[in-house]
């Protein structure tokens, strides 16, 4: 395992917001069946996922919880050069009150289209345990890594408090971001999540990460580094960010 890794795992996994659930197949026993689902990170940094009842994916995950998620960097030219992940993890479906009613202001802040599918059309969320990673980050640089899951220290009330704020008082620093990074910049953006290494931006139907230049363990290094991009001329790094 290389410890130097196990950030370009965890970023990959922030970067992207959909990839292959595999699962046991219930209907043709000792087959995986793939399926495309979104997701986003939960508050202990797990792979959430909204799946309906009546799925074949379900089915299967009732049967055995064992499965994995599979997530590369989209758009790659060559697949085999760039980075993909592989999250082997036990299925667990929430079922507390509380702890569904978190994963859905967070979820549907990502994936605003499906408010309300857990109520209304028998879709339920699903929290990915996971149990070992696979990274490959290129030709020749494939680890095993065991400790890719970061928790959001944010997650709950103090994010949703900063995106809030953001989102409402801070259009034109949202704006920046975009230019700064090359995002594209149509239709507008707005912020739908904020972890310790960094943002999430939703623009269309798309969701991107883009990195701060620190690591944010509090919500005023948060703004501190939100201050900072908002004044920048280029997309600070750890080697351009005076200390």
Same mark, same amino acid.
């Given at each position: ?11 990959l ?13 219930k209907s ?8 495309v689902?979104?997701?986003c990170?939960?508050a ?16 299967n995950?009732r ?6 998620? #599979?997530? $590369?960097?989209r ?6 050069? !760039? &980075?993909?992940?592989t999250v082997?993890?036990?299925? @667990?479906?929430l ?40 990274y ?22 103090a ?20 230019? #700064?990074? $090359?995002?594209?910049?149509?239709p507008a953006?707005?912020? !739908? &999540? ?7 931006? @939703? ?13 944010c ?7 501190e ?19």
């Open positions: 395992m290389s410890d130097n890794a196990i950030r370009p795992a965890r970023e996994l922030l970067k992207e917001y959909r990839g292959v659930l595999s699962t046991h197949s043709m026993p000792g087959y995986p069946f793939g399926s689902v979104p997701y990170l939960d202990q940094g797990q792979p959430l996922i909204l799946i309906s009842r009546i799925a074949q994916h379900t089915h995950l049967q055995d919880p064992k499965c994995s998620l #599979l997530v $590369g960097e758009e790659a030219e060559d697949v085999q050069a !760039v &980075g993909r992940l082997m993890a036990e299925a @667990r479906k079922v507390d009150e509380a702890a569904i009613e978190a994963a859905a202001e967070r979820y549907y802040r990502f994936f605003p289209d499906a408010a309300n599918y857990h109520r209304a059309h028998d879709f339920d969320f699903w929290v990915l345990q996971p149990v070992r990673h696979r490959i980050g290129g030709f020749g640089a494939i680890h095993w890594l065991d400790q890719v899951t970061l928790a959001n220290p944010f997650a709950g009330k994010e949703a408090s900063m995106i809030e704020h953001m989102n409402g008082d801070h259009a034109s620093a949202i704006a920046h971001y975009v230019e #700064l990074s $090359g995002l594209p910049g149509t953006a707005c912020l !739908v &999540g904020l972890d310790s290494e960094g943002m999430h931006l @939703r623009i269309g139907q798309g969701v991107h990460w883009l990195p701060f230049p620190r690591i363990n509090t919500p005023i290094q948060v703004r580094a939100l201050v900072l991009l908002a004044r920048a001329e280029q997309w600070p790094t750890a080697a351009n960010v005076q200390g």
